[in-house]
């Protein structure tokens, strides 16, 4: 045994109905074994991973799945921390994952750092699980949505999707989740926060954390302004006005508020059944998107297109070819693999 694998801890690897039955009666151990299993890119644990979501999947569903999104710095840890402990301590267990694909490139997992979140890192009734600490934003979401499945059939309550507020992955989330927060700080323009105007729209609340100390005022200004601002988007399909709430997650002030505008969106969801309705477009949604990955997979995967592509490069440079004939051209190639 060399240095570098003698921490590997050999286990024994699991059938897929033993992570289910181990998932099912509550063991962490097993729900973050079976996560790894469905983060893993090896084929046969794939295989495995899809056997154990649909074995989950009539046990899954139960949740509010929440995404919470925000710049950097604005909170994010801290809400789900103070947030998170609120609903445990109504008995209800939590569950707080992440997407990040950005993290391999930057300062490592978003969640990776427990410590961001003292209370639920401890707390029994809550499970935190670090984004995947690398892979595309394709694959992570996917991992995510399998992921919320699995945790749904181990019997949690709320599950949390925690993204940066800066990229594509918002929408990943937004096509996940049941309700979408938007945490913000007052003071900072939205230029600033690095907040799209198509991540507000996409918002069913949006908390002005921080609010506490001498930007209190500042906050309450800012939810003024920023409930102005949301009037003026077009209504949302649900028919849901979107709300804004100040609150302090450092202090643990004015989170019950937030709390009462997600269970008010909820009960109005499932009175109006766009609860259902709006997970069974997610569902649709997600089959389209994992049909065009893999096929956009299996096309930049192809040996012969991996090699054609520079020199297909090389003839729309030299202008020998239009982009639109050298797609075509390739789209044949792939199609006439052998
Ligand atoms: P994230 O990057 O969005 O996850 O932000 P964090 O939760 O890590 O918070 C960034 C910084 O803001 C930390 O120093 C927090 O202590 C601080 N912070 C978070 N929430 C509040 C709040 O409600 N009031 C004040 N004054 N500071 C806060």
Redesign the pocket.
């Known amino acids: 045994m060399n240095a570098s694998n003698k921490n590997v801890i050999n286990v024994t690897p699991l059938k897929a109905s033993e992570y289910f039955n181990g998932i099912i009666s509550g063991n962490r151990v097993s729900l973050s074994r079976a996560i790894t299993l469905i983060e893993s890119s090896l084929e046969k644990h794939q295989a495995m991973a899809r056997e154990l979501v649909e074995l989950c999947l009539p046990y899954s569903g139960n949740s509010i799945r929440i995404g919470i999104t925000?710049?950097?710095?604005?909170?994010?840890?801290?809400?789900i921390d103070s947030f998170g402990s609120y609903l445990t301590s109504h008995n209800k267990k939590v569950a707080v994952l992440a997407i990040d694909p950005s993290s391999s490139k930057a300062k490592g997992s978003?969640l990776g750092d427990k410590t961001?979140m003292d209370r639920l890192a401890i707390d029994p009734s809550a499970f935190i699980r670090p984004s995947p600490s690398s892979g595309s934003l394709g694959g992570v979401a996917k991992t995510t949505r399998e992921t919320i499945i699995l945790c749904e059939a181990a019997g949690f309550d709320f599950i949390i999707v925690e993204t940066v507020g800066v990229g594509q992955s918002e929408i990943a989330v937004h096509s996940m989740v049941d309700f979408f927060l938007l945490?913000m700080i007052a003071g900072a323009g939205d230029e600033l926060q690095g907040i799209k105007r198509g991540i507000m729209e996409m918002a069913d609340a949006i908390a002005i954390?921080?609010?506490?100390?001498d930007?209190l005022t500042k906050a309450k200004a800012a939810r003024a302004e920023f409930s102005h601002a949301l009037h003026l988007f077009p209504p949302s399909e649900s028919g849901w006005v979107p709300r804004v709430e100040t609150?302090?997650?450092?202090?643990d002030m004015g989170i019950d508020n937030i709390w009462k505008i997600i269970e008010e969106h909820h009960l109005a969801a499932v009175t109006k059944g766009y609860f259902d309705f709006n997970r069974e477009q997610q569902s649709i949604f997600w089959m389209y998107d994992t049909i065009t990955e893999n096929l956009k997979s299996s096309f930049f995967n192809q040996q012969k297109i991996k090699d054609a592509l520079p020199l297909f490069e090389r003839k729309i440079k030299d202008k020998t070819i239009s982009s639109y004939a050298a797609a075509v051209e390739l789209l044949e190639l792939f199609k006439n693999r052998k």
């Open positions: 925000g710049a950097p710095g604005a909170g994010k840890s801290t809400f978003i961001r945490i954390n921080k609010a506490d100390g930007n609150c302090s997650a450092l202090s």
